[in-house]
């Protein structure tokens, strides 16, 4: 006798099938999907256990994702309320960071030599601004700057541009001011070509990542600035450190790095930088670039210069470090600089080969995703550039040489009290308590030696009326962290006097200072 269940199962198919034939195209469905699993058993178990798996999830039951939810009455919602601790938006100040907040200089009005300050309401001589050769308000060049950087010619500029490009180079931010800038940079510098960058402080950042990728070589100097150590850590290359401006230990690097490299099995093509600074904001002295030069020949390297301190300020015509050491600029790979310094301006720019140019106007991340800087600063710096290129340009960086030594050699006569690393000829000067100083008085925290020098800074602030300014830092992510200094910025907007006065009164303020530790 058949099984009925049986019977009707087969009938239940037979159904089906019929059914599925009725279908147009369905012999062709059908005999496709015999010829696809003929030779390939693993599919039809793969697609069985998927049809399998879809049947069981469609007739499972439905659960809810609130199951477990716990409710809580009116009273016990509020009794949490009251017990709950919000974690603070920031960390609490410390100490120091509260002091600096409260002895911060606010300044009221334009900026200038003697600006007047929100706390005295007085006007202090200024030593902490990088208005190197004085283009802002400055007396001496006015009847220059009339030729050069007139009222009339940045209103016009304003008038014809607007305010801002509104735009990225790339789209519709480029103006022919731009490109005229561009051209003066590298006429300037002497080199085929150059691009101009909205930040200052992103510019150098922006070209060491636009070349230097993950497996590059980079053997940058430990006295760097903040900027540049931002570069090479975006850069995600192999980063070598060696001592500040210590030559031996960056050729005994060089030479142990071409060991590696040559006893490595996978002799990968890598692209190898040298990066330092021509004029070191950290410490106001000079790397040798003759010596680095040498060096770069020698075990083929590129050179990457941030020149954002020295631009404008050393050589005879303010050309920077090239100038310096007189060697072509051409031959230094990247030079970066800053235009917010000495051009009292905004923005930054790289000169070198048209090839490495034309590169960071596709991969330079600053360039590419800002919007170019306002027409007005690159007409200023353009004009900026025509007064260092003129003779007035050279007398205004000699005098600027002369305040500097002026400075320099009050604060050498007392070595018993002040510390300074910064060189000859150098607008920027550090100024440090001494190590000997310190271990006959008593050890200092790094926070005391900060506070020590604040004590300083107020104090020639309100008996002698000088504006200056301890070295600030991002201090959580400094990789090579400097010790506390008060850095001072010589300009030309003082007179030779004004400068050797309040060297004195500094001088003396360190003196007084140490004094009261013993």
Partial sequence: MDNPVLSALNSTLATVARGFQAVPGSAIAIDYIKNSYQNDPFRVVLELGLAVYAVKYMLSKKYSIDQNNVQLTEKEIDELVAEWQPEPLVQPLSEIQR??????????????????????????????????????????????????????KAIATLHNYGVGSCGPPGFYGTLDVHIQLEKDIARFL????????????????????????????????????????????????????????????????????????SSSKKRSLTRRFIVTEGLFQNYGDMAPLDKIMELKHKYKYRIILDESNSFGVLGKTGRGLTEVFNIPAKEVDMIVGSMANTLSANGGFCAGAKEVIDHQRLSGQAFVFSASIPAMLAVCASEAIKILETKQGEKLLKQLQENAAAFRAVMQS????????????????????????LVTTSVLTRDEEKMLLQDIVDEVAIKDGLLITRAKYV????????????????????????????????????????????
């Avoid at 002497?190 to 990728?213: H, L, P």
């Avoid at 009290?417 to 190590?435: F, N, T, V």
């Avoid at 910025?489 to 530790?517: N, P, Y």
Wanted: charged letters at 20%; one cysteine or more; glycine letters at 6%.
């Fill in 99 to 152: 002091m600096e907040l409260e002895k911060a200089q606010v300044v009221v009005g334009a900026q200038g030599p003697k600006p007047k300050v929100l706390s005295s309401g007085k006007n202090l001589l200024n030593l902490a601004s990088s208005n190197y050769l004085g283009y802002i308000t400055n007396e001496d060049i006015k009847p220059y700057l009339h030729t050069y950087v007139s009222q009339q």
């Fill in 414 to 437: 007392a070595p018993q009290w002040i510390e300074m690393s910064s060189d000859a000829g150098s607008p920027i000067l550090h100024l440090r308590l001494p190590q000997s100083a």
């Fill in 190 to 261: 002497g080199t085929e070509s150059s691009i101009i960058y909205a930040q200052g402080f992103s510019t150098i950042s922006s070209v060491i990542a636009a070349f230097s990728k993950r497996g590059d070589i980079i053997v940058a100097d430990d006295g760097s600035n903040f900027a540049v150590q931002k570069g090479t850590q975006i850069s995600r290359s192999n980063i070598k450190w060696f001592k500040h401006n210590d030559m031996a230990d960056l050729e005994r690097l060089l030479e142990s790095l071409q060991k590696e490299m």
């Fill in 475 to 518: 201090e959580s992510q400094e990789l090579h962290l400097p010790r506390p200094s008060i850095r001072i910025s010589i300009c030309i907007s003082h007179s030779k006097k004004e400068v050797e006065k309040a060297a004195q009164a500094i001088k003396a303020s360190f003196g007084k200072a140490l004094s009261r530790r013993k």
